[in-house]
């Protein structure tokens, strides 16, 4: 289809790529912290081409040792994760058409920045795919290049958080909020999910924040439909 052609596609992989150089420091954290935990160089590579989530990927050498608790690092990994349920649904009207070899292959590239670059510009009557689909292939290349960098060389970037590289996406996802629709249906939604997010950090398990703070938002989304904005 015209809306992957090569050009935009390229043009989503630049786009992405200074945002991109910040990942790959946290890919080469991840790197350095998977040898310390005693996984082999080939696997942990392994884990970041076929896996591509940074905060589950975190969260699964918590869980490694000796005896590895499966359910417990499926049932973590998935709550983690549970958002891409939510950004497959915000896409879906958009991919819906196509076949779902590429449907599901654009996907498995979708992470926080490209899919909330992808619709801002869909918000804005734009072709996003090349966002989707280039700006994915940039975060992705960029988190391998950045493990094998961590697995060889990872001492110089044992604590990004010193350097206060760990605010970098936080900030670039909140760029992207602010420069989305301003309405009073997108404050009360932002609200509700922020709200729902930090009572869950406060008084629920780890990581559970995500999953609560994304369903409170897509639920009250759902209930206020965007013909009832008002102007």
């Known amino acids: 289809m015209s809306q992957f052609d090569r050009h935009l596609?390229?043009?989503?992989f630049r786009q992405m790529v200074p945002l991109a150089a910040f990942v790959m420091v946290f890919g080469a954290a991840f790197g350095l912290a998977a040898v310390q935990v005693g996984l082999h160089d080939a696997l942990i590579l392994f884990m970041s081409a076929?896996?591509?989530a940074g905060v589950a990927q975190f969260a699964v050498l918590d869980l490694w040792g000796p005896q590895v608790p499966v359910l417990t690092l499926a049932v973590t990994v998935f709550a983690i994760n549970a958002r891409h349920l939510l950004m497959g649904a915000t896409l879906y009207?958009?991919?819906?058409?196509?076949?779902?070899?590429?449907?599901?292959?654009?996907?498995v590239l979708a992470s926080d920045a490209n899919w909330a670059?992808?619709?801002?510009?869909?918000?804005r009557g734009q072709s996003g795919f090349g966002l989707l689909l280039g700006g994915g292939l940039a975060l992705w290349l960029f988190w391998v290049l950045g493990t094998v960098l961590g697995t060889t060389f990872g001492g110089a970037v044992q604590d990004p958080k010193r350097y206060g590289l760990d605010m970098v996406m936080g900030c670039f996802l909140l760029a992207m909020v602010a420069g989305g629709p301003k309405n009073v249906r997108m404050l009360v939604v932002w609200g509700v999910a922020a709200g729902a997010s930090l009572l869950a950090h406060r008084y629920l398990a780890n990581n559970s924040h995500v999953v609560v703070g994304a369903l409170a938002g897509g639920?009250?989304?759902?209930i206020w439909m965007e013909k009832d904005d008002e102007p």
């Open 50 to 52: 076929t896996v591509f």
């Open 117 to 123: 670059m992808t619709m801002q510009a869909l918000a």
């Open 219 to 222: 639920l009250m989304g759902s």
């Open 93 to 107: 009207p958009w991919l819906r058409h196509m076949p779902p070899a590429r449907r599901y292959g654009v996907m």
């Open 9 to 12: 596609v390229w043009m989503g």
